[in-house]
């Protein structure tokens, strides 16, 4: 598959914002909206369907999530966790799930068929995370493919070849390696997302501030620095 080229990511995580929103009050509110959710928990079944996935990432984002720290335990009543490499032994993403984070750049055969297949199972897609968003650090290689030449080719020679101390050679092991893709691509090259969620990790509190709004049925506002910064 020869994804279509990607559009602006800035401009694509900015055309989620409201545009006459205000910029969220962001971490000093997580305290008192987690306190908030947790009380109405038993109120608000049944519980949304959550996964996390990762694809070409250094799983930092999904450290971030951890960190929403005592948010874990509302989520835990709040959501069925189907699907996520840090909390879930599934191997096989499951149909039917209402919200995914999705973690990191699309780079390989394998990250392509992880977004399509979670795109058609999943109602909200989110972008997670500057590698998702804008292809970041995994997206480098990039630079070794200009104007379509070189590809995944010319990043294999350049790690294992002319960078090696005497030895080196092109790996080969079709069917055991994910084969990479010439060019790494941002997820909503390739599918589309409904939110972006940038940041490199996106903190414990954009997270928070994205995902407690969803608990209630509501779109979270993005806009502004605390919401939309990348880095
Ligand atoms: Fe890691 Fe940053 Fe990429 Fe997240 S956005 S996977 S923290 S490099």
Known sequence: MTPAPAPDATAAAEATATSDATATSDATATSDALAATGSTAAAAPPRLRLATAWLAGCSGCHMSFLDLDELLFVLAERVELVYSPVASDIKTYPEAVDICLVEGAVANTANLELALQ???????????????????????????????????????????????????????????????????????????????????????????????????????????????RFG
């Open 118 to 228: 979670l795109r058609a199972r999943t109602a909200l897609v989110i972008s997670f995370g500057d590698c998702a968003v804008t292809a970041n650090v995994p997206g480098l290689r990039n630079l070794l493919n200009r104007e379509g030449r070189g590809g995944a080719a010319a990043v294999l020679q350049r790690s294992y070849v002319d960078l090696a101390d005497g030895s080196g050679r092109h790996p080969h092991a079709p069917g055991l390696v994910p084969e990479l893709l010439d060019q790494v691509w941002p997820l909503h090259a390739v599918i589309p997302v409904d939110l972006y969620l940038p940041g490199c990790p996106p903190s414990a509190e954009r997270i928070a501030a994205t995902l407690l709004p969803l608990l209630e049925g509501q779109r979270p506002i993005q806009a502004g620095p605390a919401m939309l």
